[in-house]
């Protein structure tokens, strides 16, 4: 028997069986099984190439503001990574992101009878501020117009900070000028929706976040972890809301379901379609990589590398971004606490990585 040169042989044969051994598909976006709801798979399994996947999440990891990255096809997790010290069970405040929530919410309320259409006169549920120094046309607005950002209010990086900083937002913001007729034309201002988030409470007798916890976070299976009020008490209509990543992916799941889950219909279908429906009618309008861009019922239309997406849209690069050609879900949440230019470049850089890398891996 021959011992002498055994060793080298059985090292030889240690590292072959180790390396057969070692799942090939485990990165370090490679999504964990948990209890909540997702099913999970890998990459290729999806017809998703894991090599370009895995050049989308080294270039995420770079950035310094992004707190995660998620990506959803044929309703698995395919891959979640998270960085700069955020964990999964974080809850991130999802900015702008929860006026698409809300949107969802308003559906739900005209279906319980909460509200009677969105033709109704917005200013009719707050008797209390109307006076007759208010612009006549004030009046004229509609909660359709909240709903699609037209009530004539001028935009958020004129209009936030006065408000947020007075002692009575829903006053303050009735009582801003109008720099155009309601109807007119689409000017962002989230004010505007917490108008909305107002009238919901006003509408039900129960608060905004009631609404939600009954209506869609139960039967969704997502908790809203923290949502800040106004001075009043109201909920904030479209902004400072917490959700985790994967929460944040479940509600994507469900609008690219139709607002139906496990046989339940949470959100109407035909509310659904309505607010994917494109109600700015730009022309040829291209924001870093998305292209032909407008606006729905709180939600943003467009395209990326030819597929048609719509997406929620936080500050900072909070984002659900839906791709209905390819079963696709992609969530990023990132740092919230930038300037409105450093906000926005943050956001193109995020779309961009989701644009060349992750939508830029599926196969078919």
Known sequence: ?????????????????????????????????????????????????????????????KLPYTYSLLVVRNGYLVAEQYFNGNRREKPNNIMSVSKSILSGLVGISLREGFLDSLDQNALSFFPEYDSPSLD????????????????????????????????????ATL??????????????????????????????????????RTYLCEPLGISVHFWQQDPQGYYFGGNNMGLTAREMARFGY??????E?????????????????????????????VNEYNYGYLWWLGEIRTHRVYFALGHGGQLII?????????????????????????????????????????KG
Request: glycine share 6%; charged share 20%; net charge negative.
């Open 261 to 289: 889950l496990n046989g339940s219909q949470i959100i109407p279908r035909r509310w659904v379609e309505e607010s994917l429906t494109n109600y700015t009618n730009w022309q040829h309008l291209s924001w870093g990589d």
């Open 175 to 212: 009582e801003l000028p109008l720099l155009f007729t309601p109807g007119e034309r689409m000017s962002y201002t989230t004010f505007g929706t917490h108008l909305l988030s107002a009238i919901l409470t006003k509408s039900s007798d129960q608060s905004t976040l009631d609404i939600a």
């Open 1 to 61: 028997m021959i011992v002498r040169n055994s060793f080298p042989l059985l090292l030889a044969l240690l590292l072959f069986h180790a390396c057969v051994q070692s799942p090939t598909n485990v990165h370090p976006f490679t999504a964990s099984p948990l209890d909540d709801g997702w099913p999970v798979s890998n990459p290729a399994d999806q017809n998703l190439d894991p090599r370009i996947l895995a050049e989308g999440y080294a270039a995420a990891e």
């Open 322 to 362: 839906n791709v209905p050609q390819a079963g696709m879900i992609v969530v990023s949440t990132a740092n919230p606490d930038f300037d409105w230019v450093t906000a926005d470049e943050h956001e193109r850089a995020i779309i961009h990585i989701i644009a060349k890398y992750i939508l830029g891996s599926v």
């Open 136 to 171: 006549p046309r004030k009046h004229e607005i509609t909660l359709r117009h909240l709903i699609t950002m037209r009530a004539g209010f001028d935009r958020d990086e004129r209009t936030y900070f006065p408000v947020y900083n007075s002692s009575d937002w829903i006053k």
């Open 254 to 259: 469900l609008y690219l379901k139709g607002g």
